[in-house]
T-cell receptor, first 116, second 113 residues
Framework: AQTVTQSQPEMSVQEAETVTLSCTYDTSESDYYLFWYKQPPSRQMILVIRQEAYKQQNATENRFSVNFQKAAKSFSLKISDSQLGDAAMYFCAYRSDRGGSEKLVFGKGTKLTVNP | DSGVTQTPKHLITATGQRVTLRCSPRSGDLSVYWYQQSLDQGLQFLIQYYNGEERAKGNILERFSAQQFPDLHSELNLSSLELGDSALYFC????????????FGQGTRLTVV
């Protein structure tokens, strides 16, 4: 079974600075998807960024980018120019590409605090 | 707004009772997923339905059941409730298939007292 590990329960960053959240995963599959979700105090799960394992290029969405290291099974999220609205729980998630189900396997999450 | 609607937003009930959580997926989405978020277990996949049929099962207790109706809305039934069932229950929906992503509802906060 696949597992996702987020080793940083909490992180903090100064407004306008850059922060990197770590995620590692374990799988024997070669085709899969990786995601970062944000959960603000409103509880809504919001997709931040997605990476397909077959793509070598790291995904980028505005101030959010990932460092995907397939051999190391590492998938970190970098937030540049941090804003107060970035404060939230961040969850790393894995999804198999084997077909049959698109269920997500989540890590335990990292609580990000943004200091003004 | 993700387009996925969950009702109710909050639910308080006593141990031993039965509750039903409802989810309306985004228009056009055939897959519905249920997840449980608790402090000790984190976010866990419970079950997936695709176009009315069960497609995948996760760590769902026997006291829990779900179904997806012809109009594609889904219900999660929780019975013989225990204190440990208190959690945030999310529904998500997707078109299904490769290169798709799931959109989450705002969740139902269940408190068992």
């Amino acid at each position: 079974a696949q597992t996702v590990t987020q080793s940083q329960p909490e992180m903090s960053v100064q407004e306008a600075e850059t922060v990197t959240l770590s995620c590692t995963y374990d799988t024997s599959e070669s085709d899969y998807y990786l995601f970062w979700y944000k959960q603000p105090p409103s509880r809504q799960m919001i997709l931040v960024i997605r990476q397909e394992a077959y793509k070598q290029q790291n995904a980028t969405e505005n101030r959010f980018s990932v460092n995907f290291q397939k051999a190391a099974k590492s998938f970190s999220l970098k937030i540049s120019d941090s804003q107060l609205g970035d404060a939230a729980m961040y969850f790393c998630a894995y999804r198999s590409d084997r077909g049959g189900s698109e269920k997500l396997v989540f890590g335990k999450g990292t609580k990000l605090t943004v200091n003004p | 707004d993700s387009g996925v609607t969950q009702t109710p937003k909050h639910l308080i009930t006593a141990t031993g009772q039965r509750v039903t959580l409802r989810c309306s997926p985004r228009s056009g989405d055939l897959s519905v997923y249920w997840y449980q978020q608790s402090l000790d277990q984190g976010l866990q996949f419970l079950i997936q339905y695709y176009n009315g049929e069960e497609r995948a099962k996760g760590n769902i207790l026997e006291r829990f059941s779900a179904q997806q109706f012809p109009d594609l809305h889904s219900e999660l039934n929780l019975s013989s409730l225990e204190l440990g069932d208190s959690a945030l229950y999310f529904c998500a929906s997707s078109v299904s298939g490769r290169d798709t992503e799931a959109f989450f509802g705002q969740g139902t906060r269940l408190t068992v007292v």
